[in-house]
């Protein structure tokens, strides 16, 4: 099953260009800036950037969390881009003291792992939508071989609601307990998770629950903020409501049942995503567990 645009793998790319394009910067990119400033801001705690090693799965044509670390003076040992998309490392990189390295044109399923090894750091933002199910378990399959022990891994991706539906550009957007379980099922450990945007209507009925108690602070904030900046600020709070998701994981193998934070993949009821392909996946390999490296 293709997107709307009728691709399997669908290679758009969101930049700062396409952005102001518009007059005025969404949520969409927002998102994306808070994606790569978590990640630096993670780095600079105890100087971590100074040993990392990350490989960027989706890196962009515009290599943004390099671009970020590299102004933000939180240059890593070392930095390779993954894009599927023909690319150039940008100018700006191309005198100056940080070298990243870049892996373009290819998809990353089929990049060997002879000498690229050890990386300590992965990202993949903003990827596993743009594939069928079968290709996203693919690449997270392929991920681990590139890892070394005790590496953490970010992923986001949008979560799907069926009465929303999917972006256009967009092969398969999962359900956020499909995502979830996807990611345990392949053997990676949740170790935190976060909202990454919402819509309003989605979570403003949350706000006064378990204690919280902002919904004073909402209406003060949406005084002056616009939905665009306040899809982005009470977000992370409810991540079982957004529209998107940060996951912070490690990958451990087989995880044990107290491990895990989401049913088994076989046991979720309903579409998990908006592929039809997940039927087949899930009727015909008894769900990713197969594909789990132990």
Known sequence: MANARGKEIDNTHLSIDQAEARGFIHRDYIAHCLRWTHVSK???????????????????????????????????????????NKMEIPDMFKNSSFQPELISGVDFTTVPTSKHVDFNYSTCFEVLEHVEPIKAIAILDHLPK???????????????????????????????????SLLEEMGYKILKHWGTFASIKDYKKELNGAGIGLETTFDKLREYYDSNYLATIFAPLFPEYSRNVLWETQYVGKLKIEERKFKPINKLEGRLGSSDKWRD??????????YVRT
């Not at 009465?163 to 979830?180: D, I, L, P, R, S």
């Not at 996946?281 to 197969?290: E, I």
Request: glycine letters at 6%.
């Open 146 to 180: 590139f890892l070394s022990e005790n590496s953490v891994s970010w992923f986001s991706t949008p979560c799907w609601d069926e009465k929303v539906g999917a972006a256009a550009n967009h092969v398969n957007e999962m359900t956020y307990e499909a995502f979830g």
């Open 281 to 290: 996946l899930v009727k015909c390999l008894d769900c990713a567990r197969n």
């Open 42 to 84: 993670y780095l600079h705690l105890q100087a971590r950037y100074k040993t990392a090693r990350i490989i960027d799965i989706g890196c962009g044509k515009d290599m943004p969390l390099a671009r970020m670390l590299y102004t933000s003076r939180l240059a890593p040992e070392k930095y390779v881009g993954v894009e599927y």
